[in-house]
């Protein structure tokens, strides 16, 4: 049984930090590329930052410079270290799975509400 279980989300004041944990059961997860999307009341999810079995990281220009993601394939955890936090950061933030396969079968986490406040 696939699991995504993320952990680390809460509330904090603008300019906070806080570091999301994302651990994987049930996938091989070193070949999988992770992700961390967000999804706030009324909007559109949007990718946050990904990082591949590579290593190789990319992050959306709003959190550029203000947020880490990495990996670590031995704990098959998946970690976003938020710095400079603001209040439009505040949202539900789900971890993905995505396999190198061209049908594989994405997975999702429930998600961990953060909230910044102003």
């Known amino acids: 049984q696939v699991q995504l279980v993320e952990s680390g989300g809460g509330l904090v004041q603008a300019g906070g930090s806080l570091r999301l944990s994302c651990a994987a059961s049930?996938?091989?997860?070193?070949?999988?590329?992770m992700t961390w999307y967000r999804q706030a009341p009324g909007k559109q999810r949007e990718l946050v930052a990904t990082?591949?079995?590579?290593?190789?990281?990319n992050y959306a220009d709003s959190v550029k410079g203000r947020f880490t993601i990495s990996r670590d394939n031995l704990k098959s955890t998946v970690y976003l270290q938020m710095n400079s936090l603001k209040p439009e950061d505040t949202a539900v933030y789900l971890c993905?799975?995505?396999?190198?396969?061209?049908?594989?079968?994405?997975?999702w986490g429930q998600g961990t509400q953060v909230t910044v406040s102003s």
């Open positions: 049930g996938i091989i997860f070193s070949i999988n590329t």
């Open positions: 993905n799975a995505h396999p190198p396969f061209p049908r594989g079968v994405d997975y």
């Open positions: 990082v591949t079995s590579g290593g190789i990281t």
